[in-house]
């Protein structure tokens, strides 16, 4: 089955730092999501981004399709971004299904 | 709107018994799913329902069954609970097969 791989897998950055996290899939997929999972454990939508640019405030993404990967940039980091961000692509092929990486877990320190 | 909603929030357990955990949304979408999520681990999908009146496996769907009991309700059975089923289980809907998916707030189950 299709592999996700995101880097790095923990994160400690000060308030105010930038940083870009990483996505690598195996095949071509439907679409890539990206999540925020809080330190209570509630999983929040990011970007709905099979493709090209979006940007959401402090936060953006790019999905390069054609290479199969996806970036997600946070600027001007604050403790509440704390928590754990997940990749999840869709396979295609019929029977589409939402695969998840194994997250990176981000820690930002006053 | 509620968005995606989930009972119980938590549930202890002891190996054998069953259980059902119940899932609810209020978007209007065709398609619900159930996923588990281990320690340390991203969400692996184990049943879910493309539209009302059907249902399909996911990636782990061994030790469960599902219910579409209508377009908004879509529940997940342990039939003789197992300490390896200990997990937090999200809910989640999408309009579409491959459209945005909108996550509960989880049920965390531990089995003894």
């Known amino acids: 089955g299709i592999q996700v791989e995101q880097s790095p897998p923990d994160l400690i950055l000060q308030e105010g730092a930038n940083s870009t996290l990483r996505c690598n899939f195996s095949?071509?997929?439907?679409?890539l999501q990206w999540f925020h999972q809080n330190p209570w454990g509630q999983l929040i939508n990011l970007f709905y981004?099979?493709?090209g640019t979006k940007q959401n405030g402090r936060l953006s993404a790019t999905t390069v399709a054609t290479e199969r990967y996806s970036l997600l940039y946070i600027s001007s980091s604050q403790t509440t971004d704390s928590g754990v961000y997940f990749c999840?692509?869709?396979?295609?092929?019929?029977?589409?299904?939402?695969?998840f990486g194994k997250g990176t877990k981000l820690t930002v320190n006053p | 709107n509620a968005g995606v909603t989930q009972t119980p929030k938590f549930q202890v357990l002891k190996t054998g018994q069953s259980m059902t955990l119940q899932c609810a949304q209020d978007?209007?979408?065709?398609?619900m799913y159930w996923y588990r999520q281990d320690p340390g681990m991203g969400l692996r999908l184990i049943y879910y329902?493309?539209?009302?009146?059907?249902?399909d496996k996911g990636e782990v769907p061994n030790g469960y069954n599902v219910s579409r009991l209508n377009k908004r309700e879509f529940s997940l059975r342990l039939e003789s609970a197992a300490p390896s089923q200990t997990s937090v289980y999200f809910c989640?809907?999408?309009?579409?097969?491959?459209?945005?998916?909108?996550f509960g707030p989880g049920t965390r189950l531990t089995v003894l």
């Open positions: 329902s493309a539209s009302e009146g059907t249902t």
């Open positions: 989640a809907s999408s309009l579409g097969r491959t459209d945005t998916q909108y």
């Open positions: 978007m209007n979408h065709n398609s």
């Open positions: 095949d071509s997929v439907n679409n």
């Open positions: 981004i099979p493709s």
């Open positions: 999840a692509v869709l396979t295609q092929g019929g029977s589409e299904k939402l695969v």
